[in-house]
Nanobody, 123 residues
């Protein structure tokens, strides 16, 4: 079991930066693939990016070059650094953890989800 709690959301002007954190409670943090997702009003949830156990990251096209995902297994915390924010980045942001995996390269389905933190970017 992994419980996830996001923090760091807020309101920022376009071009600004925010850093989201996702604190995990549980024993398996280092054994999970982790990810960030977002959902804007009236839109479906979409993936932002993932970080595998071997710390290889992938990003959705809209955020490539602007967002960066990292993890600190000792602190059981996942991060999302967001730079050059745009109004289209306005959404509720969620962190998620996969089922346990012994593979450092696989990212199985996301099983555990946080409650989300709101990010609002004004023009």
């Amino acid at each position: 079991q992994v419980q996830l709690v996001e923090s760091g959301g807020g309101s920022v002007q376009a071009g600004g930066s925010l850093r989201l954190s996702c604190a995990a409670v549980g024993d398996s943090f280092s054994w999970n693939c982790l990810g960030w997702f977002r959902q804007a009003p009236g839109k479906e949830r979409e993936g932002v990016g993932t970080i595998r156990r071997d710390e290889v990251t992938t990003y959705a096209d809209p955020v490539k070059g602007r967002f960066s995902i990292s993890r600190d297994n000792a602190k059981k915390t996942l991060y999302l650094q967001m730079n050059s924010l745009e109004p289209d980045d306005t959404a509720m942001y969620f962190c998620a953890a996969s089922s346990l995996t012994t593979s450092p390269t696989l990212c199985p389905g996301f099983r555990y989800w946080g409650q989300g933190t709101q990010v609002t970017v004004s023009s």
